[in-house]
């Protein structure tokens, strides 16, 4: 199983990026997906969640109205769309995949498998 990650880059605060995960070795359909992150020098933190068809999403404080999961299970891909970044946002952002979990259970319960990070800073 793999998950790769990229979209990461650099953005001035207020900007947006999209970050993409494609998932190979499996089928993305049964999995609940999710987005973490790990600011320089800080613990790795959820920041938004979604299940497996994709009918309900859930996102950590920081990142609500701001950040949108997505994904296209006929493309094995998820996606994390990021507007107004702020300088608080930078951070390696990694995606994590768990079988049948609920939006909100993928902040809760240890993922199956993760992903490489890809790197997000944005400057104020």
């Known amino acids: 199983v793999q998950l790769q990650a990229s979209g990461g880059g650099f953005a001035q605060a207020g900007g947006s990026l999209r970050l993409s995960c494609v998932a190979r070795g499996l089928t993305l359909s049964h999995y609940g997906m999710a987005w973490f992150r790990r600011p320089p020098g800080k613990e790795r933190d959820f920041v938004a969640g979604?299940?497996?068809?994709?009918?309900?999403?859930y996102y950590a404080d920081s990142v609500k109205d701001r950040f949108t999961i997505s994904r296209d299970n006929a493309k094995n891909t998820v996606y994390l769309h990021m507007n107004s970044l702020k300088s608080g946002d930078t951070a390696v952002y990694h995606c994590?995949?768990?079988?049948?979990?609920?939006?909100?259970?993928?902040?809760?319960?240890?993922?199956?498998?993760w992903g490489q990070g890809t790197l997000v800073t944005v400057s104020s």
């Open positions: 979604i299940t497996w068809d994709g009918t309900s999403t």
């Open positions: 994590a995949a768990r079988e049948y979990t609920t939006a909100h259970d993928m902040g809760v319960l240890n993922p199956q498998f």
